[in-house]
Nanobody, 115 residues
Framework: QVQLVESGGGLVQAGGSLRLSCVAS????????MGWYRQAPGKQRELVAE???????NYTDSVKGRFTISRDNAKNTLYLQMNSLKPEDTGVYYC?????????WGQGTQVTVSS
């Protein structure tokens, strides 16, 4: 059974920081491309950042220079360090794990940035 369990969300003031974590089980984590997506109220889910099996990273333009995605294959854990948070970063953040033939999602963690 595949499980992706996110944690670390919360309420923070603009300019603050949060670190999200996602613990994966039931997948071969080290071979998977892992990513963070977010969904704001009334908007579509969008990619925030992803890291592939050889640690190449990709970020959406709005978070470049502020967010850092990383992975610890020994702990089957994905991280997202979020600094200089803005109100527009508010949303539900989802962990995603994929390989050819499968695509899994976590349940999401709420991030709220107050102005």
């Amino acid at each position: 059974q595949v499980q992706l369990v996110e944690s670390g969300g919360g309420l923070v003031q603009a300019g603050g920081s949060l670190r999200l974590s996602c613990v994966a089980s039931g997948i071969i984590f080290r071979f998977s491309t892992m990513g963070w997506y977010r969904q704001a109220p009334g908007k579509q889910r969008e990619l925030v950042a992803e890291v592939d099996s050889i640690s190449r990273t990709n970020y959406t333009d709005s978070v470049k220079g502020r967010f850092t995605i990383s992975r610890d294959n020994a702990k089957n854990t994905l991280y997202l360090q979020m600094n200089s948070l803005k109100p527009e970063d508010t949303g539900v953040y989802y962990c995603n794990g994929r390989q050819p033939g499968f695509n899994y999602w976590g349940q999401g963690t709420q991030v709220t940035v107050s102005s």
